[in-house]
Nanobody, 126 residues
Framework: QVQLVESGGGLVQAGGSLRLSCAAS????????MGWFRQAPGKEREFVAA????????YYADSVKGRFTISRDNAKNTVYLQMNSLKPEDTAVYYCAADKNIVVLTTTSTRLVEYWGKGTLVTVSS
């Protein structure tokens, strides 16, 4: 069982930055690919970014490429999402996700993802 707890959300003006963190329980953190998803009001949950267990591979949605950076610290059981040049359309609840298979995080339905956090709200004002 893996428990995920997100933090770092808040209110920021357009053009600003935020850094989200996701702390994971358990001693097998490095065996899980980690990802960030987001869900805006009235919309489906969508993929934002993912990182392999070793941190050697990263993937991004086109909408955030060049602005967001995903990273992980396996010694701290934590994954991060650095968000720069934020836009009002980035407003959403951001969820941390974990799965043994990074393909599940990047290409398949969110219904197949093994573990989810409860989310942290990011609001970007114009």
């Amino acid at each position: 069982q893996v428990q995920l707890v997100e933090s770092g959300g808040g209110l920021v003006q357009a053009g600003g930055s935020l850094r989200l963190s996701c702390a994971a329980s358990g001693r097998t953190f490095s065996t899980y690919a980690m990802g960030w998803f987001r869900q805006a009001p009235g919309k489906e949950r969508e993929f934002v970014a993912a990182i392999s267990g070793s941190g050697g591979r990263t993937y991004y949605a086109d909408s955030v490429k060049g602005r967001f950076t995903i990273s992980r610290d396996n010694a701290k059981n934590t994954v991060y999402l650095q968000m720069n040049s934020l836009k009002p359309e980035d407003t959403a609840v951001y969820y941390c996700a974990a799965d043994k298979n990074i393909v599940v995080l990047t290409t398949t339905s969110t219904r197949l993802v093994e573990y989810w956090g409860k989310g942290t709200l990011v609001t970007v004002s114009s």
